[in-house]
């Protein structure tokens, strides 16, 4: 069985998207946690597709041909990856770097609160200041 899917949207960020993945794939390994990773491509003409494709062969890869939007490109990816059950899906920002422990942690903390039904990471931006990110 996967713990967790983890989706990820792309259009156009060849630039962003190796260090997400590369990110994702490290904490992945480090942990316990059985997960596979689905980059949806949105169309992308900046050859995104072909560095997940060189670069990371172990992720998984819907391309679109055109953009379906961010909303619907998710749905697609937790779609597919529902063939092989996963516990949680965790959907990422294709310039998200994921700090080690980060996915384990989100879902300990679910794991931990069984009527939640979903988390969020903390955000903070590369020299470690917190981001505001949601407010209510």
Same mark, same amino acid.
């Given at each position: 069985?996967?713990?967790?899917?983890?989706?990820?949207?792309?259009?156009?960020?060849?630039?962003?998207?190796?260090?997400? &993945?590369?990110?994702?794939? +490290?904490? =992945?390994?480090?942990? /316990? =946690?059985?997960? /596979?990773?689905?980059?949806?491509?949105?169309?992308?003409?900046?050859?995104?597709?072909? &560095?997940?494709?060189?670069?990371? !062969?172990?992720?998984?890869?819907?391309?679109?041909? +055109?953009?379906?939007?961010?909303?619907?490109?998710?749905?697609?990816?937790?779609?597919?990856? +529902?063939?092989?059950? !996963?516990?949680?899906?965790?959907?990422?920002? !294709?310039?998200?770097?994921?700090?080690?422990?980060?996915?384990?942690? =989100?879902?300990?903390?679910?794991?931990?609160?069984?009527?939640?039904?979903?988390?969020?990471?903390?955000?903070?931006?590369?020299?470690?200041?917190?981001?505001?990110?949601?407010?209510?």
């Amino acid at each position: 069985m996967i713990d967790v899917a983890v989706i990820i949207v792309s259009w156009n960020v060849r630039d962003y998207l190796s260090d997400s &993945l590369r990110s994702v794939c +490290k904490d =992945l390994s480090r942990s /316990e =946690l059985h997960g /596979e990773i689905w980059v949806v491509d949105n169309a992308s003409t900046d050859g995104t597709v072909a &560095l997940v494709k060189d670069l990371f !062969p172990q992720v998984n890869v819907i391309v679109n041909d +055109k953009n379906v939007g961010f909303g619907a490109a998710n749905n697609q990816g937790m779609q597919a990856a +529902k063939i092989d059950n !996963p516990r949680y899906f965790f959907l990422l920002n !294709p310039d998200t770097v994921v700090r080690p422990g980060a996915i384990k942690a =989100l879902i300990d903390c679910l794991e931990k609160r069984p009527k939640a039904g979903m988390a969020g990471a903390r955000l903070v931006y590369g020299d470690g200041r917190f981001q505001h990110s949601a407010f209510y």
